[in-house]
């Protein structure tokens, strides 16, 4: 699953991943800060996704600057799950471009 643990991400990122094994029912993505238990879910579908597949864009922007953890979650036919967890996904904010201001004196 993408991104990487401890990347550092900003504004739309793609979330690659797997949802494809041979029980498969569905799959969600969900997400959590970093260090807290509960997770929200983002997205639930089901599809199957190849590996290295599009599971999502997501547009961060929102979201305060801080560590995230995803989960991807497959769930099969008979009700097992397989989790897969990238943590410490650090939302920051790109740099502000440098805008020169002329002066008089050229």
């Not at 238990?37 to 190849?50: A, H, S």
């Not at 805008?99 to 050229?106: D, E, I, S, V």
């Amino acid at each position: 699953i993408s991104p990487r643990p401890n990347e550092n991400v900003s504004g739309r990122i793609e979330v690659l991943g797997a949802a494809n094994t041979a029980d498969f029912a569905s799959w969600e993505l969900d997400w959590r800060h970093s260090g807290v238990q509960q997770w929200t879910t983002l997205l639930n579908n089901q599809t199957r996704v190849p590996a290295y597949g599009l599971l999502a864009t997501l547009a961060i922007n929102q979201l305060p600057v801080g560590a995230y953890d995803f989960r991807l979650r497959v769930i099969n036919q008979d009700g097992s799950l397989a989790d897969y967890i990238v943590p410490q996904v650090r939302v920051t904010r790109p740099p502000i471009p440098a805008t020169l201001t002329p002066t008089p004196f050229g």
